[in-house]
């Protein structure tokens, strides 16, 4: 069995700093996953404020999330995406961090992470989701995607290498339910491939 090594977030940072250009210019209309960001933002009760994890360059998320009439909060440890995500959004608020070290100022209405805590160490999947779903309001909902199985692979994209690890969907689950949080949905979204979609609503 292959043991693979967590990167370090400067190392996912600087990976995706590299494709950061092809990335938005790849992604800037795309709508993938915005029908579920749409149920999502539907199940809020209050639209105050977002949290976006791993926003990017803040394309379609944190898009929708404005739109949707929230003061937005977008994470990342890539300073280039960072930078395209500002001019996109002037007012909206970005910082440079880890979501495993970040510790959150406030309470969320709305927590989103579409593709970016698959990045996150295998043995910090599990408290990464309970803060995540301890920073939500009463009543906030959370949308994440996971790798859907157990385990660490590392990949390519654009001739980077990129860590990605995942729990089962039980655990996270369990973790979320720890927290107070219930499913309202848990979908594979890109059957065959191990992609899955969970949304869940506190209190």
């Known amino acids: 069995m292959v ?16 494709i950061a250009a092809w990335w938005h210019a790849e992604l800037q209309n795309s709508s993938r996953g915005l029908g579920y960001l749409e149920r999502a933002i539907g199940l809020c009760t209050e639209r105050q404020r977002a949290l976006d994890v791993g926003c990017g360059t803040g394309g379609r998320i944190v898009t929708a999330l404005v739109n949707g009439g929230f003061d937005v ?30 510790e959150p100022p406030t309470h969320f209405d709305i927590i989103t992470a579409w593709d ?17 779903c301890q920073t939500l309001t009463s009543q906030g909902v959370i949308l994440i995607t996971v790798g859907g199985t157990d385990g660490v692979v ?19 689950l369990e973790a979320m339910n720890a927290c107070g949080c219930r499913c309202i949905l848990l979908e594979r979204d890109q059957f065959p491939e191990e992609h899955t979609v969970l949304i869940a609503v506190k209190g």
């Open 116 to 132: 970016s805590l698959i990045h996150v160490p295998h043995g910090k999947q599990r408290s990464v989701i309970q803060k995540l």
């Open 3 to 18: 043991c693979w090594q967590p990167m370090k977030p400067a190392e996912i940072g600087a990976a995706y700093n590299t």
């Open 154 to 172: 590392m990949g390519r994209m654009q001739n980077e290498s990129l860590y990605h690890s995942s729990l089962n969907d039980h655990d996270y």
């Open 73 to 102: 909060t977008g994470l990342d440890v890539s300073e280039e995406m960072l930078r395209i995500a500002k001019i996109n959004h002037p007012n909206a608020g970005f910082l440079w961090a880890d979501v495993c070290e970040w």
